[in-house]
């Protein structure tokens, strides 16, 4: 499966953008990174780093492109990490 992204001002943006590539029939799992917050798994550099470089997608060298996409994996990874510390509820 080919990923894709797409970058908007909010997740809502950033979504309708995505939608608007796919196909109408395609299943696509769709994970949307919310504005991570400094704490132990994603420190508020990182943050900052990966929205310094996220205003200039379309200008970043090759380092640049490289960079954002080992922050991009961060995070999704510090999001998986605080997933795991929450306690499972059941219903």
């Known amino acids: 499966m080919q990923q894709q992204q797409e970058f908007g001002a909010t997740p809502q943006e950033a ?4 939608l608007q590539r796919l196909p109408p029939d395609t299943p696509a799992p769709i994970v949307i990174w919310p504005f991570n ?8 550099a990182q943050q900052t780093r990966l929205q310094d470089l996220k205003s200039r997608h379309d200008a970043l060298s090759p ?9 991009i ?10 997933t795991q510390t ?3 509820v059941k219903s």
């Open 37 to 44: 917050r400094g704490d132990a798994f994603w420190t508020d």
């Open 73 to 82: 994996a961060s995070s999704f990874e510090a999001t998986l990490a605080r």
């Open 63 to 71: 380092a640049e492109r490289s960079e954002i996409e080992e922050l």
């Open 15 to 18: 979504l309708s953008a995505l």
């Open 86 to 88: 929450v306690p499972s």
